[in-house]
């Protein structure tokens, strides 16, 4: 890294000697860090087997990680799906020649966008009831692939737009003088341009979408968060050890995920069957993605 | 059905809602101070010429962006506060208030270690090397040429994670401190979910967000390097 950053020079005999005393000190530095927290913990009784035993019992793998595990998916898949449908036709909404489509595309993506989502779930949950005189009721499953659809299918508006104004100009212009339509062109030069490169903005922003399954918690939805961090602690009384699981299945499921959106981005770099510009993934910080 | 548009609520329970985004205000405000002088010491990290620094910045990012904020919010009041017992504060409010900042700021941190990261990439190797071929010295080419082009172009995403880091603080209601989204929640239980009040406190995040949105892109603009 040293040698390529375009903060070093590459280094010479006193800076390599530097270098090592600075890495030594920092070891030092973080493995007293290290050694504060783990016996802050221990001091704690958090590393009693006991607390721990249950995660070597298949029965709660079964019974509650994996359910819990699916549960998220299932959110996450469904939600993903219509919040792809909810992007395609408000990012292409948002490129209509008339204003009348335009505008109002425009106003609900900026809408969703810019307030919070746990919002957007809570009154997914709650309005529908007290419109129809609580005759209608909301399950929490329902609620939360409301919310997180409208909120990311607006962020992946924004990115399919991105993703169409990316391909050059004179890709469509040479496709009207062949004397193809708008919907020719759209079809069949600027889309399948335009989806290599949003690919790996695609896939970020479904990271994105399996942290925010998470918010289910808020309304009582049994996904991963809710069995691990309510039901198995409320078993065993072992709230640290159960969170230090769980987040590791978050983890472990999200890298999996970034993973493939880095593999899509290397690929599509390469890719010569593109002439549109890779669109950078908005910047994804959980519930909250990139508002202008 | 004409209690369905009725705004009453919204003007019953106006010091209530004010209250609450002055502590979405405070929540926000507090947490970017402390993200930032926690992603900035984290950027420095994953910069630093020392590979044991650049592993443990890299591990602290990559746990702490794939952990869903609602995990890392309960694991702040659930764990550390009510479990462990390590209190910030006699107050039980402040205390709350202090460890959802902690959760918030150490979550937001990993974004803008990265986003000042990919500020310090868009600075053209040239420019580094220009800086050393007229003499200057490491601190000098940094602080002369490569921080200043590098801060120009992380502005633009500093602001989108502030917008987002606002938008962020509703989640704090799991961490058991009042703010803008509880009192939402709660009106909503008292009154019902009605459009009004879904409708003002969308408003009143709008007015936060929105702002901020464009202030950071005409910022942006303005500071924006040409190359």
């Known amino acids: 890294m040293s040698t390529t950053s375009v903060l070093f020079d590459a280094p010479g005999p006193r800076a390599r000697l530097r270098n090592n005393i600075l890495t030594l000190v920092s070891a030092v530095v973080l493995l007293a860090i290290a050694y504060v927290v783990i016996k802050g913990l221990a001091d704690k009784g958090q590393f009693e087997g006991k607390l721990w035993q249950p995660f070597l019992e298949a029965q709660v793998w079964t019974g509650q990680i994996i359910p819990g595990i699916v549960a998220t998916l299932e959110a996450a898949v469904v939600s993903a799906v219509l919040a792809l449908v909810f992007g395609v036709v408000f990012g292409l909404g948002r490129l209509s020649d008339h204003a009348w489509i335009r505008v109002p595309a425009g106003a609900v993506v900026e809408f969703f966008r810019a307030i919070p989502l746990l919002l957007l779930i809570f009154f997914a949950q709650a309005g529908p009831a007290t419109i129809s005189g609580y005759t209608v009721s909301v399950p929490a499953f329902a609620a939360v692939v409301i919310g997180l659809t409208l909120y990311n299918g607006s962020v992946l508006a924004e990115v399919f737009r991105a993703g169409i104004l990316s391909v050059p100009r004179g890709q469509s212009e040479a496709g009207y003088s062949l004397g193809l339509r708008k919907g020719g062109v759209m079809r069949l030069i600027l889309l399948p341009q335009a989806t290599t490169a949003m690919m790996p903005a695609i896939v970020s922003q479904m990271v994105v979408l399996l942290k925010d399954t998470a918010l289910g918690w808020v309304i009582a939805y049994e996904e991963l968060l809710n069995y691990g961090l309510k039901q198995i602690p409320s078993n065993f009384g072992n709230l640290i050890p159960s969170a230090i699981v769980i987040s590791l299945v978050y983890i472990a499921i999200n890298l999996a995920l970034s993973y493939v959106a880095n593999r899509l981005e290397r690929r599509s770099r390469r890719s010569s069957k593109t002439t549109a510009t890779v669109v950078g993934a908005p910047t994804a910080v959980g519930v909250g993605g990139g508002a202008t | ?227």
């Open chain 2, 1 to 227: 059905m004409e209690s369905l548009l009725d705004f009453s609520p919204l003007a019953q329970e106006f010091t209530t809602i004010l209250t609450g985004f002055w502590s979405t205000i405070r929540l926000t405000l507090m947490s970017a101070l402390l993200a930032l002088i926690l992603g900035t010491v984290l950027v420095a990290m994953r910069v630093s010429p020392t590979p044991v620094l650049r592993a443990a910045g890299t591990f602290y990012v990559n746990i702490l962006r794939n952990t869903p904020l609602t995990l890392v919010l309960l694991l702040c009041a659930l764990g550390l506060s009510d479990t462990l017992q390590y209190t910030l504060s006699g107050d039980s409010p402040t205390n709350y208030y202090w460890w959802a900042v902690l959760g918030l700021s150490a979550y937001t941190a990993s974004f803008v270690c990265e986003a000042l990261r990919s500020g310090i990439n868009t600075v053209p190797n040239g420019q580094a090397e220009a800086a050393r071929a007229i003499g200057l010295t490491f601190t000098q080419s940094l602080r002369l040429v490569v921080l200043p082009q590098a801060f120009r172009s992380v502005i633009a995403p500093l602001g989108s994670i502030l917008i987002a880091l606002t938008k962020n603080t509703t989640i704090v209601i799991v961490a058991g401190y009042i703010e803008a989204s509880s009192v939402m929640k709660q009106m909503f239980d008292d009154y019902g979910g009605t459009l009004p009040i879904f409708m003002g406190f969308a408003a009143g995040y709008m007015v936060l967000t929105l702002p901020t949105g464009f202030f950071f892109g005409w910022l942006a603009k303005r500071m924006a390097v040409s190359r």
